[in-house]
């Protein structure tokens, strides 16, 4: 992400902020589309171990004052949480955000995975990736190796459909949300705004940070 400082180094242009939950280490690239000018980061995570500029928990972001922030990103976290804790972290993710802020999320699809593993590829690789091979028992229940090596934030505790996501980002905040499900990367994608968009502001927003179908 870069920041933007105005023309001739004029301040007078505020930058939007966006709160990567689940950031993960310093310096690695976010992965988000529609970030490139006029946009601050601040870096939220459970382990002190990625050096984030806020340590807490999706559950417990208090150190995050309310109406902060302008947009909250999250990247293959919420499934690390048990079923009651999602409506808790969906309501500090609404806590944080302005009026006019909005969520862009994505996680696992099971769907998709399921449909593997009723073919008998539990185990199988079904994709490399820069950790090494991803089965669907990796993406159902957090990565092995991972958690072999003691990391036991990667477990994962929920999954969700595309139509489960929806459904629970709009009953815990989120009125208006579009989404896409993407059977050849196994992940889900979605953006909810806090405020009640119109169907072309929703469809803008998914259009500028949603990734595209392979």
Known sequence: MTTFDGVGGDLSIPLKTVLNVGCGPRGRPHGFAGFDQGWTELRLDIDPAVDPDVLGTMIDMSAVATGSVDAVVSSHNIEHLYPH??????????????????????????????????????????????????????????????????????????????????????????????????????????VGSKAALSDADIRALAVLHLPRRA
């Open 85 to 190: 804790e999602v409506p808790l972290a969906l309501a500090e993710f609404v806590r944080v955000l302005k009026p006019d802020g909005w969520l862009l999320i994505t996680c696992p699809d099971l769907q998709s995975v399921c449909a593997r593993v009723a073919k008998g590829e539990l185990a199988s690789p079904l994709y490399e990736s820069d950790a090494g091979p991803i089965s669907a028992l990796d993406i159902m229940y957090g990565h092995r190796g991972a958690m072999g090596a003691g990391n036991l934030f990667m477990a994962h505790r929920c999954g969700f459909t595309l139509q489960v996501l929806a459904d629970t980002l709009q009953a815990c905040g989120f009125p208006r949300t579009a989404g896409i499900a993407r059977p050849e990367a196994f992940d889900l994608w979605a």
